[in-house]
């Protein structure tokens, strides 16, 4: 194929989840099939870059100062669920499971990988608990070491007393048997057991 | 999310093989966690847009006059390929079973949704027939009857005699049982049999 094409593949092939084969189909789609695409895609994609950032508040994406879920006066303030990423987020949202208000880590702990407290979105979060308009702080980090080590360090962090700090269940996935399930969450499943009432 | 996300999700979803999930991973990604590649996503794109065409020869995508292959001269341009779509060829050249020249249709004829012969590049390949640069015309259109329409089509225009067409072999995929193959790939098959010597 021609340069600009290869470089174009090269750069769709970066994106999650994208391999050879795909970037090269969107690639011919864009270029041949559909070439009146193009232009609303570029588009698309400036102008997000131009209006998203990031929510003062909390983190999370945002057009104006706050993210749509902080600007909601419906969604307490008082009880936030702390994530690692946006997708995480994403995720919980879809879920319907919580409707209090979120705080983005974007990135855990990890002495190894070089990222200490002062890479994360943590000063927000500690200014937010010491303004005293937190009650609730759940904790939804992942299930390793690094998501460990990023909880005890928030734990540290809260006035004992002050703040009730939970951390999401850890356990078999619905629809998981027993039989597929790794040994960390069967191991996080036997140590999570609840009384059967 | 914001509305310029969704729209950013929105046309991202409308590329081939992109899922309402897939489309959101990427846009949370080229927004969040990889900010600095989407200016240079935007660049390939309006680059190879605004670079790649179609060769005046024979359809192909090119940055020049004529595509790459037009343009080798080791490539026999007396020995054509007919095929439908940009990926045909992609496909072909892949395999690496072909070493002669391409002309690419851009679509077949389909008298129910409307195309036409003149909504195919035709002139440019009847010209190069005209011209009596081709020996042979290889027509490598899908096994379908919009498909046979075309190489009939096609058929007729070459004057008899001068140009050998042939189309190629129907059959079962290599590494694919009878058991799992359709009827009317087990059809073609058995009419394309050939003498085991």
């Known amino acids: 194929m021609t340069p600009a094409f290869e470089k174009l593949q090269k750069y769709l092939k970066q994106l999650p989840g994208m391999g050879y084969r795909s970037a090269e189909r969107i690639a011919l789609h864009l270029l041949v099939e559909r070439p009146e695409r193009l232009p609303a895609l570029v588009e698309a994609l400036q102008s997000a870059a131009a209006a998203v950032h ?88 992942s299930n390793d070491v690094e998501g460990e080590a990023t909880c005890h ?13 939970t951390r999401i269940g850890f356990g078999l996935p619905s629809g998981g048997g027993v039989l597929y399930a790794d040994s960390v969450t069967l191991k996080s499943a036997l140590d999570g057991r609840r009384s059967f009432s």
């Open 54 to 141: 990031r929510c003062s508040r909390c983190g999370n994406l945002a057009e104006g100062e706050q993210c749509a879920i902080c600007a909601d006066d419906k969604r307490p303030s008082s009880v936030v669920c702390v994530v690692e990423h946006v997708p995480d987020l994403v995720a919980i949202e879809r879920s319907g499971a919580f409707r209090g208000t979120y705080h983005v880590l974007h990135g855990k702990l990890s002495p190894i990988q070089g990222v200490g407290p002062e890479h994360l979105n943590l000063s927000s979060l500690v200014a937010r608990i010491e303004a005293g308009e937190i009650q609730e702080l759940i904790l939804a980090l």
């Open 153 to 165: 360090y928030l734990v540290d962090r809260v006035p004992a007393g002050r703040v009730k700090v």
